[in-house]
């Protein structure tokens, strides 16, 4: 079956949109599990935070709070698109939500350093 | 483009739903010719047993849809310079839907849907009472009216992925059909309709990537029309209705 119709960016904007849902749902289980450390376990947490030094594991995670950025702004602009009165501008919101998730990303890595 | 006689590399899919294949035809090159030309031009001159719809020619109909190099296009308004990729065209049946041989596809699900989506008008007054005063700048009216000019090509139905990983879907026309009368004063089954629509495998399946939007010859917006069923099947659901 041809896949001619999904090169248009509207499209595309929903599959990243999926994708980084999925990819929160692998991702959120490991969040809690750390957070949980901080209630029972300090030691085991205080290696992991050391862990987290590392210059590739922050910038592993400045790419978690771009894709949370990317779920989170891409599921307002569905919401507006379908709560709110239609607007023309879906690619202009689209690229909009992209651009503030990578805002985000990049200040988590400024303050990261 | 002057008459030139060069030749497109038209590949076309014969053959039913179970089995089918390319063939591919020379066929001349002309100015302003359209996907329907094409066709009808291979139907004439090279295989008079090829099947496939159309009647009215000019964009009323809407039974001439097909794929073509992929995407989903009303093939009498289709102009072959448009969609012309390498001097090569592909031309299949809509997708989605049935085939019943080469071109023709078995519309019966998606005018079946139509009918699931309550798209038939429920008078609530009969010929004898006075008309219905409508101002066309009601904003409901002008709302049904971005709406109305659908041909049911099925161009949209064709377009979408939704429809295409669960066959039991709605689809973008019938909703937006729905949705025209959703907007009707003079209808009377408001909350039936709604009923309708947000049943399993409803409006609520919409993913909005906007396929439909993107595709649909008229410009008509199915993706907006869901939004719209969605707010008024959300509505009624809050204040108990559904
Ligand atoms: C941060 C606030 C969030 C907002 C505003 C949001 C918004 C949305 C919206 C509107 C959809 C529906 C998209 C559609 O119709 O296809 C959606 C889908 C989804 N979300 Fe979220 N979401 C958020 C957080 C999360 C989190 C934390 C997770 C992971 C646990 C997640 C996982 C998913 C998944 C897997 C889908 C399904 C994607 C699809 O079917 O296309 N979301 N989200
Ligand atoms: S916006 Fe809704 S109806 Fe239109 S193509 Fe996407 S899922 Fe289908
Ligand atoms: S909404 Fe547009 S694409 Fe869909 S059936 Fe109607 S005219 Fe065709
Ligand atoms: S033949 Fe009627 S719409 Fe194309």
Same mark, same amino acid.
């Given at each position: 079956?041809?896949?001619?119709?999904?090169?248009?960016?509207?499209?595309?904007?929903?599959?990243?949109?999926?994708?980084?849902?999925?990819?929160?749902?692998?991702?959120?289980?490991?969040?809690?599990?750390?957070?949980?450390?901080?209630?029972?376990?300090?030691?085991?947490?205080?290696?992991?935070?050391?862990?987290?030094?590392?210059?590739?594991?922050?910038?592993?995670?400045?790419?978690?709070?771009?894709?949370?950025?990317?779920?989170?702004?891409?599921?307002?602009?569905?919401?507006?698109?379908?709560?709110?009165?239609?607007?023309?501008?879906?690619?202009?919101?689209?690229?909009?939500?992209?651009?503030?998730?990578?805002?985000?990303?990049?200040?988590?890595?400024?303050?990261?350093? | 483009?002057?008459?030139?006689?060069?030749?497109?590399?038209?590949?076309?899919?014969?053959?039913?739903?179970?089995?089918?294949?390319?063939?591919?035809?020379?066929?001349?090159?002309?100015e302003s010719q359209t996907i329907l030309d094409v066709v009808t031009w291979i139907q004439r001159h090279r295989e008079p047993s090829l099947s496939y719809r159309f009647a009215c020619r000019v964009g009323m109909c809407g039974?001439?849809?097909?794929?073509?190099?992929?995407?989903?296009?009303?093939?009498?308004?289709?102009?072959?310079?448009?969609?012309?990729? =390498?001097? @090569?065209?592909?031309?299949?049946?809509? !997708?989605?839907?049935? &085939?019943?041989?080469?071109?023709? #596809?078995?519309?019966?699900?998606?005018?079946?849907?139509?009918?699931?989506?309550?798209?038939?008008?429920?008078?609530?007054?009969?010929?004898?009472?006075?008309?219905?005063?409508?101002?066309?700048?009601?904003?409901?009216?002008?709302?049904?009216?971005?709406?109305?000019?659908?041909?049911?090509?099925?161009?949209?139905?064709?377009?979408?992925?939704?429809?295409?990983?669960?066959?039991?879907?709605?689809?973008?026309?019938?909703?937006?059909?729905?949705?025209?009368?959703?907007? =009707?004063? @003079?209808?009377?089954?408001?909350?039936? !309709?709604?009923?309708? &629509?947000?049943?399993?495998?409803? #409006?609520?399946?919409?993913?909005?990537?906007?396929?439909?939007?993107?595709?649909?010859?008229?410009?008509?917006?199915?993706?907006?029309?869901?939004?719209?069923l969605k707010r008024l099947a959300s509505l009624a659901y809050l204040k108990g209705k559904l």
């Amino acid at each position: 079956m041809s896949l001619a119709h999904r090169k248009d960016s509207l499209w595309i904007v929903q599959f990243v949109h999926r994708i980084s849902g999925l990819l929160l749902v692998l991702f959120l289980p490991v969040h809690f599990y750390v957070l949980g450390l901080a209630l029972n376990d300090a030691a085991e947490l205080d290696q992991f935070l050391k862990w987290t030094d590392s210059p590739a594991v922050k910038f592993a995670e400045a790419g978690l709070v771009g894709l949370l950025g990317v779920h989170l702004f891409g599921g307002l602009r569905i919401l507006a698109l379908e709560f709110l009165p239609w607007s023309p501008r879906q690619k202009t919101y689209a690229a909009t939500a992209l651009a503030l998730s990578f805002v985000a990303s990049v200040a988590f890595l400024l303050r990261a350093f | 483009m002057s008459q030139s006689k060069e030749l497109l590399q038209v590949s076309v899919r014969r053959g039913t739903e179970d089995e089918s294949g390319l063939s591919t035809y020379e066929v001349p090159q002309q100015e302003s010719q359209t996907i329907l030309d094409v066709v009808t031009w291979i139907q004439r001159h090279r295989e008079p047993s090829l099947s496939y719809r159309f009647a009215c020619r000019v964009g009323m109909c809407g039974s001439c849809a097909m794929m073509v190099n992929g995407e989903p296009r009303w093939t009498c308004r289709t102009h072959v310079q448009k969609v012309l990729r =390498d001097g @090569r065209l592909r031309i299949e049946p809509l !997708r989605n839907l049935p &085939v019943i041989r080469d071109l023709v #596809c078995d519309m019966t699900e998606f005018f079946d849907k139509w009918t699931r989506a309550k798209g038939v008008f429920e008078p609530t007054e009969t010929r004898d009472d006075e008309f219905a005063a409508i101002k066309p700048s009601d904003p409901k009216r002008m709302q049904a009216n971005a709406a109305i000019e659908c041909i049911n090509c099925a161009v949209c139905y064709a377009a979408c992925d939704t429809v295409n990983l669960n066959r039991a879907y709605l689809g973008p026309a019938a909703l937006n059909r729905a949705w025209t009368l959703a907007n =009707d004063d @003079r209808d009377g089954a408001y909350y039936d !309709r709604l009923a309708a &629509v947000s049943e399993s495998d409803g #409006c609520m399946n919409c993913h909005s990537h906007q396929s439909c939007m993107t595709y649909c010859p008229n410009e008509l917006n199915p993706t907006a029309s869901i939004a719209g069923l969605k707010r008024l099947a959300s509505l009624a659901y809050l204040k108990g209705k559904l």
